[in-house]
């Protein structure tokens, strides 16, 4: 796209409306997950425990964009209502790992539903090409500016 040499036009700016969209999934996805009540963290902790079953704290936190300190504070939230567990000591020096239980597969089940229902809104419109070549482009735009970060960032 273009760019001015004052500025970025944000009409044309792709970064832009990505934010945009990005901010519009957020809102519509805490709607959702608010009478469940859930965040997004607290969904997105849930789903990678499904699709993962004994990860570390460190690797939801990586998973669910958030600091380790947050899902720490999450995970004993979780574990104290029964939606996950953790062995009461692991290998000296090993993360301990986590999984969910029965009541935390019940509580994604419901939030999926809601999140579901999100994303079709969101996609509404797009018929199945267009929405992979969106997907692939946004892959791309990820390894591109993963790729030219510093190391160490």
């Known amino acids: 796209m273009h760019q001015?040499?004052?500025?970025?036009?944000?009409?044309?700016?792709?970064?832009?409306?990505?934010k945009e969209a990005s901010s519009a999934?957020?809102?519509?996805m805490e709607e959702a997950l608010r009478p469940l009540g859930?965040?997004?963290?607290?969904?997105?902790?849930?789903?990678?425990?499904?699709?993962?079953?004994?990860?570390?704290?460190?690797?939801?936190?990586?998973?669910?964009?958030?600091t380790r300190q947050s899902m720490h504070v999450l995970l004993q939230t979780l574990e104290r209502d029964g939606a996950v567990e953790r062995p009461p000591?692991?290998?000296v020096g090993k993360a301990l790992p986590v999984r969910l239980t029965a009541r935390g597969r019940a509580s994604l089940a419901?939030?999926?539903?809601?999140?579901?229902?999100?994303?079709?809104?969101?996609?509404?419109?797009?018929?199945?090409?267009?929405?992979?070549?969106?997907?692939?482009?946004?892959?791309?735009?990820?390894?591109?500016?993963?790729?030219d970060a510093p190391r160490g960032a």
């Open 4 to 18: 001015a040499s004052d500025g970025i036009h944000l009409d044309s700016s792709l970064g832009y409306a990505l």
């Open 25 to 28: 999934l957020r809102s519509a």
């Open 38 to 66: 859930m965040t997004i963290t607290h969904y997105s902790c849930l789903e990678l425990l499904a699709q993962g079953p004994g990860m570390s704290g460190s690797e939801l936190a990586r998973g669910a964009f958030v």
């Open 89 to 91: 000591e692991d290998a």
């Open 110 to 147: 419901a939030a999926t539903v809601a999140v579901r229902d999100v994303e079709r809104r969101m996609l509404d419109g797009l018929g199945d090409a267009e929405q992979q070549r969106v997907l692939d482009a946004l892959h791309r735009m990820t390894r591109s500016l993963r790729a």
